[in-house]
Every structure is written in C-alpha cells, then in structure tokens.
C-alpha cells in the first residue's frame, strides 16, 4: 500500500506526527547545544577548581568545650563559606 491509497491520518494521527518532529527538532537542538558548549570549553579552558577544604583544626576546639561537641564562631573560607556562629 503506497502513500496515495493510506487513508487520511485521522486527528490523533496528525498530533503524533506533529509530537514526533517536535520531538526531532528538540533531540537536535540539544546536539548543537552541547556541541558548542563543548567546543567553547575547549577554546577558553576549563575553570580551576577550587581548593580542598579540611577542618582539620576543629578536633582541638571540640576537646576544649565539653558541653559541645562542635562551637564556631566567625569561620570564612573566601568564596566558599562564611559562618557566624554554630554550636552542635
């Protein structure tokens, strides 16, 4: 049965029809997306990333208070982390 003796596509038929190169056409434009993401990243370099954080210092702060387990004050990592206070 070729094209010329199908019958018409009823409503639902056209609707997936139209729901499928809707489907396409988004599937494409996120190749093209991610592809030039990539191709940007590759050109301008990937960002650093940031430096470990330790908290290496806090097991002698938790030794010296007994009625906490953990008390801060006034801790600030530039760009990472800025805390006034807090006690566990």
């Known amino acids: 049965m070729d094209a010329r003796e199908r019958p018409e596509p009823g409503e639902a038929g056209t609707a997936s029809g139209h729901r499928a190169v809707w489907a396409q056409s988004q599937i494409s434009q996120r190749v093209r997306s991610a592809a030039w993401r990539l191709k940007e990243l590759e050109r301008t370099g990937w960002p650093t990333a940031p430096s470990v954080f330790t908290a290496d210092f806090l097991a002698a702060r938790v030794k010296a208070h007994e009625r906490s387990l953990l ?8 760009g990472r ?8």
Do not use: I, K, S, Y
């Open 71 to 78: 008390v801060l004050h006034g801790v600030r990592v530039p």
């Open 81 to 88: 982390l800025t805390l006034d206070g807090l006690e566990v």
